[in-house]
């Protein structure tokens, strides 16, 4: 058990829907990353957030959004949903947020779009 | 031009043997970070080990090991003396960037599969 914790575990939903995933870092951890997996792209990196704060951006789509709250747990909002975002969806943390930073993972969300 | 590449799609190694598993990346920054982890079926992305890009033994944790050649941009993990449980898909990654942000890049993976 990495510490990271995501909800919900399985999400079922339809096209052009709109779902939230949640995610708690490990105690003491700033550092908030999300994560797509799918069989076609991989394992690709979406964004991070700092102490509430944006830090770094990959291959998010503009109908994705994240947040990352005072408590510093994180959501990841999926809008107008397509076939194609069915996939593993993990949260990752770290303590701080340099090149040598060490992410663990929590178990990740599996979306289904239907 | 991939950044982290997994030229390994699939290995078999027999129980109680060592296994190689390669991974070349490419970056021109000069500060960076090298990890591995394993994704058994259930899913969870484990972290079995860390090299930094100045770090200059190679890392070791356990039965796993990082054969580390910055002149060659390649950090191999070894696993030693396999075993069933080890079966399972390891990727290599690599922390690039700046302090204005840093992302992390993965390889697309290799299957290992252990044999009794």
């Known amino acids: 058990d990495s510490g990271v914790t995501q909800t919900p575990k399985h999400l079922i939903t339809a096209t052009g829907q709109r779902v939230t995933l949640r995610c708690s870092p490990r105690s003491g951890d700033l550092s908030v990353y999300w994560y797509q997996q799918s069989l076609d792209q991989g394992l690709q990196f979406l964004i991070q957030?700092?102490?509430?704060?944006?830090?770094a951006k990959g291959n998010i789509l503009e109908r994705f959004s994240a947040q990352q709250f005072p408590d510093l747990h994180s959501e990841l909002n999926l809008s107008s949903l397509e076939l194609g975002d069915s996939a593993l969806y993990f949260c990752?943390?770290?303590?701080?947020?340099?090149?040598?930073?060490?992410?663990?993972f929590g178990p990740g969300t599996r979306l289904l779009v239907l | 031009a991939q950044k982290i590449t997994q030229t390994q799609p699939g290995m078999f190694v027999q129980e109680k043997e060592a296994v190689t598993l390669d991974c070349t990346y490419d970056t021109s920054d000069q500060s960076y970070g090298l990890f591995w982890y394993k994704q058994p079926s259930s899913g969870e992305m484990i972290f079995l080990i860390y090299q930094g890009s100045y770090d200059e033994q190679n890392a070791t944790e356990g039965r796993y090991s990082l054969n580390f050649q910055k002149a060659r941009k390649s950090a191999n993990l070894v696993i030693s003396a396999s075993q069933l449980g080890d079966s399972a898909m390891y990727f290599c990654?690599?922390?690039?960037?700046?302090?204005?942000?840093?992302?992390?890049?993965f390889g697309a993976g290799t299957r290992l599969f252990v044999k009794a």
């Open positions: 990654a690599m922390r690039e960037g700046n302090t204005g942000g840093f992302k992390t890049i």
């Open positions: 990752a943390s770290s303590v701080e947020s340099g090149p040598r930073e060490t992410q663990y």
């Open positions: 957030y700092y102490n509430g704060e944006e830090r």
